[in-house]
């Protein structure tokens, strides 16, 4: 398949620019893969869908605040400072902006506590950066940063933005995007699942902004994700095959669930654990390993997430449930609603 093959035309006004007043009561619909049927709910419908026995796989990585604004010495010129992910101790890759007014040796001041010195460029436009500080790093980055929300809602954070674009479970800070499908997820919701008997399994992936960066190749084999890291533990991965063999469902929480599990999984197609890398790019045909069914939002166009969705619903399928979104006013992308793929 071609990069053209996923594209659509959405209207801007279905673009959320924030999230539901109640985050398990978005609108949710349900598409059926044997049936090709589609149905509408809330998001608090998911449970109905789910029996004892089967596995809720949720990555339970946490956003921080990873938008610093801060000035160049000698010149005072404005920049912001977007961290992507830590090199070792004080040694960041990050992106900047204004990029063409930060060089190589240019040393920048973000308010009173941290500057940086820019020491080399990265192959993706970016930059490495070493901090000088006192203290502890993250605490000063989660009182004076700002929420990292995606560059397709057209405005500035607001405090409410920091417990909103985070899941009510996470727990593992590295992520600068959030895995927006568990977003819906409330702590009552959750209850109501592992009092059914549903084994809610956390994983962990450190979601970076390769999930908003473009595709540019029309051939999908060319294109490269940017690397994340990911971990699955003793017990996650236990619990899944444990689901598996007794033939009950993995419910996937999201295309970064997919992608980590889908990274790390052995010849004979059983889970396993381990903690590394990955940068797995999943576009149809592929052959899913470990996932049965999938709760995930509506995506932008061209974008890797639409690709893994369709590849695992089937392209003509997945479009035919987003056409019928776009006439029925679902709300897209991060803060917006959600789809059970069943």
């Given at each position: 398949?071609?990069?053209?093959?996923?594209?659509?035309?959405?209207?801007?006004?279905?673009?959320?620019?924030?999230?539901?007043?109640?985050?398990?009561?978005?609108?949710?619909?349900?598409?059926?893969?044997?049936?090709?049927?589609?149905?509408?709910?809330?998001?608090?419908?998911?449970?109905?869908?789910?029996?004892?026995?089967?596995?809720?796989?949720?990555?339970?990585?946490?956003?921080?605040?990873?938008?610093?604004?801060?000035?160049?010495?000698?010149?005072?010129?404005?920049?912001?400072?977007?961290?992507?992910?830590?090199?070792?101790?004080?040694?960041?890759?990050?992106?900047?902006?204004?990029?063409?007014?930060?060089?190589?040796?240019?040393?920048?001041?973000?308010?009173?506590?941290?500057?940086?010195?820019?020491?080399?460029?990265?192959?993706?436009?970016?930059?490495?950066?070493?901090?000088?500080?006192?203290?502890?790093?993250?605490?000063?980055?989660?009182?004076?940063?700002?929420?990292?929300?995606?560059?397709?809602?057209?405005?500035?954070?607001?405090?409410?933005?920091?417990?909103?674009?985070?899941?009510?479970?996470?727990?593992?800070?590295?992520?600068?995007?959030?895995?927006?499908?568990?977003?819906?997820?409330?702590?009552?919701?959750?209850?109501?699942?592992?009092?059914?008997?549903?084994?809610?399994?956390?994983?962990?992936?450190?979601?970076?902004?390769?999930?908003?960066?473009?595709?540019?190749?029309?051939?999908?084999?060319?294109?490269?994700?940017?690397?994340?890291?990911?971990?699955?533990?003793?017990?996650?991965?236990?619990?899944?095959?444990?689901?598996?063999?007794?033939?009950?469902?993995?419910?996937?929480?999201?295309?970064?669930?997919?992608?980590?599990?889908?990274?790390?999984?052995?010849?004979?197609?059983?889970?396993?654990s381990g903690h590394g890398w990955t940068d797995k790019f999943i576009y149809p045909p592929y052959d899913f390993k470990i996932v049965d069914r999938l709760i995930t939002n509506f995506h932008l166009p061209q974008s890797t997430l639409l690709m893994l969705i369709s590849a695992f619903a089937g392209r003509d399928l997945v479009f035919k449930a987003y056409r019928k979104a776009i006439r029925d006013k679902f709300m897209f992308f991060s803060y917006g609603d959600s789809m059970l793929i069943l």
């Amino acid at each position: 398949m071609k990069l053209s093959d996923f594209k659509y035309n959405l209207p801007e006004k279905l673009i959320a620019q924030y999230p539901s007043d109640e985050r398990d009561q978005c609108r949710l619909m349900i598409l059926n893969r044997e049936t090709g049927t589609m149905e509408e709910g809330i998001f608090a419908d998911v449970i109905d869908y789910m029996e004892k026995g089967d596995s809720l796989v949720i990555n339970q990585t946490k956003v921080f605040p990873a938008r610093l604004e801060g000035s160049k010495d000698k010149t005072d010129a404005r920049v912001e400072v977007f961290l992507l992910r830590e090199l070792e101790q004080g040694l960041w890759e990050v992106l900047v902006k204004p990029a063409r007014k930060v060089r190589v040796g240019n040393r920048l001041t973000i308010g009173n506590e941290l500057a940086c010195d820019v020491i080399d460029n990265t192959v993706s436009g970016g930059r490495v950066v070493r901090f000088n500080y006192s203290g502890d790093f993250y605490e000063i980055v989660d009182r004076i940063g700002k929420s990292p929300l995606p560059p397709y809602i057209k405005r500035e954070p607001e405090p409410s933005d920091k417990e909103r674009y985070q899941t009510v479970y996470a727990q593992e800070r590295g992520a600068v995007a959030a895995p927006t499908a568990g977003l819906h997820f409330t702590p009552a919701l959750l209850k109501k699942i592992k009092a059914k008997g549903i084994k809610v399994v956390p994983i962990t992936l450190h979601l970076g902004l390769g999930s908003f960066r473009t595709v540019v190749v029309e051939d999908l084999s060319r294109h490269k994700m940017d690397s994340e890291f990911f971990e699955i533990s003793d017990e996650a991965a236990a619990a899944i095959n444990e689901t598996m063999r007794n033939k009950h469902k993995v419910i996937g929480v999201g295309t970064s669930v997919v992608r980590a599990l889908e990274a790390n999984v052995t010849s004979e197609g059983w889970a396993k654990s381990g903690h590394g890398w990955t940068d797995k790019f999943i576009y149809p045909p592929y052959d899913f390993k470990i996932v049965d069914r999938l709760i995930t939002n509506f995506h932008l166009p061209q974008s890797t997430l639409l690709m893994l969705i369709s590849a695992f619903a089937g392209r003509d399928l997945v479009f035919k449930a987003y056409r019928k979104a776009i006439r029925d006013k679902f709300m897209f992308f991060s803060y917006g609603d959600s789809m059970l793929i069943l």
